[in-house]
């Protein structure tokens, strides 16, 4: 599977089965991580640990406290794409990690990425 990374005009073709996207929430300053399998349907979440609780941050019922984080199974489906913008109010962006390395994205205000299944018509 191949993972498209759409931003400024340009795609980026990652040959992966699986991504990390990790940020930091922007009230709180706390750390998000979500895990996700690229599907030639789209993009499913596996799995999400946030590291504390706070505005908009309340771990989900069936969450487990493991290891500092609240680690749970989001109840979503397939995800045709992920839109990711940068707010500007944490000095980072999204960071998205594969077995290939980690790369930041959307660090200056303003910045829409685009992340789907480039298996997707």
Known sequence: MSLCIL????TVKLAVAAFTLSWTHSVERTRWQEDWTVLPSGLQVVEARVKGSGAGMEPPEGSVLRDGWWTYTPGIGTQPRL??????ATG?????????GCRELGKAAGDT?????CARP
């Open 113 to 117: 990425i685009v992340l789907e299944s």
């Open 7 to 10: 931003a400024a005009g340009k």
């Open 92 to 100: 980072e962006g999204w960071t998205l990690c594969t077995d290939q």
């Open 83 to 88: 839109v990711l913008a940068a707010s500007g």
